[in-house]
């Protein structure tokens, strides 16, 4: 058995670059190693310029989904974009990365947005805004669960959530066929938003024209969401099931997604989440979840955007502008190396904190930021390990994602939920031949690794990642023994690649929140200047990011007067909801 214990995002390895070149779209790309699909890598050798000597419409910080499919729309609509990102590999948090014939996500492979009907199937509209499409496997499973034993189940709570809707309803009622009636009418409540969802055109909700629109044509689905802004998905359940066991799987439901219980989770994004894994279903990327940023930044190139790697913001440029409230205008991205992209407007896909404390600077931050990090903290980071295992260890295993709980009272304690993802069995090209992928990882904060000497920090890596393996062997026995690749990554790992600060993935509010009603979406107060990403409403998860991104490049084209507007009335609008966030 060999592991090793590095870091869990590094530039592709050196057996790629033996691999014969294929020129694709004016880059360079090699054919995926140990796989006979031609899917396309990209290499080492990496675009790190685009012109400075010009003026953009839109200058983006940051290559993760928020940023690429930002750019895909921008640039579908003929806007000129630069997509500024620090990493070697487009896709951020989505993206992977290969060892040892082993093709690794870096975050999780379950992926919404992939359906082909509605209008919430986003991941498949963002490909489709510069022409690409990406072959898919269906998941049979969005995810099953085993939970704590109790005295209704001594051998542990398990519960599969099948593709199909009925099959689930069933599934779960069968376990609580006391609650039948309560199960029915809660999850019914989630496709009353979803069904709201999948009618609307999503674009920005800060723009009136849009909304105003969508309000004339769809006037009950608008006022059903309208409705639940505020509302968080524990009260809705509490309303129509009473079991407490029953209501801590709720909480489970929504921690696994939102990092937060019922109660903290808004109703739109349970509604979401809830239905589009049957509606649209969850479906893995053949090829690996980093194919969907391949594929965006090729088809940004195509359309004339740039993508540029080892691009280090630093700063967002200011200048004074009579015109602009404050006085002050973002104009500009200055580099580490001292470059500096000039655009009309700059968008960010860093998180909030990395963008105004690090970019603009801690004293200068706005009112709306400052009420931001009083109702909002930072979301916990992982501790992940990527595992290579011989395939007879999972034995006749279907299910793509797992998700282990021991005690109900450790479910939002760091280390406390263990998930699973084993993307292998949906894509086996994704391994070698007789081998399969478990990625494991869980919640975990920084300060539990902070001011350890190497040899503390590598020993503390180690002994965690036993424990895990540890607790997967309840599932799959053998599995320690099965292990023939091992690399563990830390909420330090996720900070030093991923560029988020303390590793986060994204804000969970402080306090019970409002719904999404305090959330804020694409505008900043300070003009010119937008963010996108998982800081942006409605928050983590990659088909949200993208939902931010479609409002984002909505609003920024209205702003760049190449989307039809109201403006005099979008103005006033922009400030009654600036207005009602703030107060929420
Ligand atoms: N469903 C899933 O299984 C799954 C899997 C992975 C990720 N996710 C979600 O994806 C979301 C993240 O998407 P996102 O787009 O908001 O963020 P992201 O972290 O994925 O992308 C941000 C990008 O910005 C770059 N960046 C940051 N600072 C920079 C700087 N100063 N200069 C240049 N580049 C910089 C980073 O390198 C990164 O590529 C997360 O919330 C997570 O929940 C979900
Ligand atoms: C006035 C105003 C403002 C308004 C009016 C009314 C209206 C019209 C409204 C509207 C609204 C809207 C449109 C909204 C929207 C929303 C949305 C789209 C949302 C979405 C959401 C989503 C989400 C949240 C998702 C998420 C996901 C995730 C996070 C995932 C993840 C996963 C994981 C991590 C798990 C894993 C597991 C295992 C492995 C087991």
């Known amino acids: 058995m060999r592991i090793t214990s590095k870091p869990s995002v590094r530039p592709l390895g050196r057996a790629y670059s033996a691999i014969p ?46 940023g690429l499919a930002t750019a895909a729309k921008l640039v579908s609509k003929g806007a000129s974009v630069v997509v500024l990102e620090k990493y070697l590999i487009p896709g951020g948090s989505a993206a992977h990365f290969k060892r040892e014939g082993y093709t690794f996500d870096v975050g999780s492979s379950m992926m919404f947005g992939f359906g082909d009907k509605g209008t919430t199937n986003l991941i498949t509209k963002c490909l489709e805004a510069v022409g690409k499409k990406i072959p898919t496997v269906p998941d049979p499973t969005q995810v099953v669960y085993h939970l704590p034993k109790s005295s209704r189940f001594p051998k542990g709570l398990e519960v599969a959530v099948w593709r199909k809707y009925e099959d689930f309803i069933a599934e779960l009622t069968e376990r609580f066929p006391h609650e039948r009636e309560g199960i029915a009418k809660f999850y019914g409540e989630c496709w009353r938003v979803f069904n709201s969802l999948n009618v609307l055109e999503l674009k920005s909700l800060e723009e009136i024209r849009y909304l105003m629109n969508e309000f004339v044509q769809k006037p009950v689905a608008c006022l059903n969401l309208a409705s639940l802004l505020p509302v968080n998905a524990g009260d809705v359940a509490r309303r129509y099931m009473k079991d407490p066991e029953l209501l801590k799987y709720i909480d489970i439901e929504c921690f696994i997604w939102s990092t937060v219980n019922a109660d903290m989770t808004p109703m739109i994004s349970c509604g979401m989440v809830f239905c589009d894994r049957h509606f649209g279903g969850i479906n893995y990327p053949i090829g690996g979840v980093g194919r969907i940023g391949e594929e965006l930044a090729t088809g940004i190139v195509e359309h004339g955007g740039h993508v540029v790697y080892k691009a280090n913001a630093k700063e967002i440029v200011m200048e004074a ?33 990395d963008t105004f404390e690090a970019m603009i600077g801690p004293d200068k931050l ?104 540890e607790r997967l062997e309840a599932l799959w026995p053998g599995l320690r023994a099965a292990i023939t690749f091992r690399e563990i990554g830390t909420p330090r790992t996720h900070r030093r690649y991923l560029n988020r600060v303390d590793g986060t993935y994204g804000p969970i509010p402080s306090r019970r929140p409002l719904g999404m009603l305090s959330m804020p979406m694409n505008t900043t107060d ?16 990659v088909n949200a990011v993208v939902f931010s991104a479609f409002g984002c490049a909505h609003r920024v084209l209205a702003d760049l007067g190449r989307e039809p507007t109201w403006p005099l009335l979008d103005k006033g609008y922009g400030k009654l909801l600036a207005a009602v966030r703030n107060a929420a």
């Open 366 to 469: 706005p009112e709306s930021e400052k009420l931001f990090r009083q109702r909002y903290k930072k979301s916990p980071s992982f501790f992940s390990m990527h595992i290579g295992v011989k395939a007879e260890v999972l034995g006749d295993e279907k299910d793509c994602h797992h998700v282990l709980l021991e005690d109900w009272a450790k479910m939002e304690t760091a280390r406390g939920v263990l998930f699973v993802s084993m993307p292998t069995l949906l894509d086996p090209a994704l391994a070698p031949p007789g081998h399969h992928i478990v990625h494991a990882f869980t919640p975990d904060w920084i300060d539990n690794w902070q001011g350890m000497e190497t040899d503390e920090y590598e020993a503390a890596k180690e002994k965690l990642a036993d424990e895990l393996c």
């Open 321 to 353: 502008d009579a015109q602009a409230e404050g006085g002050q205008r973002a104009v500009g991205v200055r580099l580490a190396d001292g470059r500096v992209f000039r655009g009309k407007t700059i968008i960010s896909n860093a998180t909030r904190w």
């Open 21 to 66: 070149l294929q020129q694709q779209a004016g880059r360079r790309y090699v054919k995926a190693w140990g796989s006979k699909a031609p899917y396309p890598l990209l290499t080492r050798d990496i675009i790190t310029d685009a012109p400075t000597d010009v003026e953009y419409d839109a200058v983006i910080i940051g290559g993760g989904m928020g």
């Open 526 to 541: 300070i003009p010119g200047l937008y963010c996108v990403g998982d800081s942006t409403f409605p928050g983590q998860g």
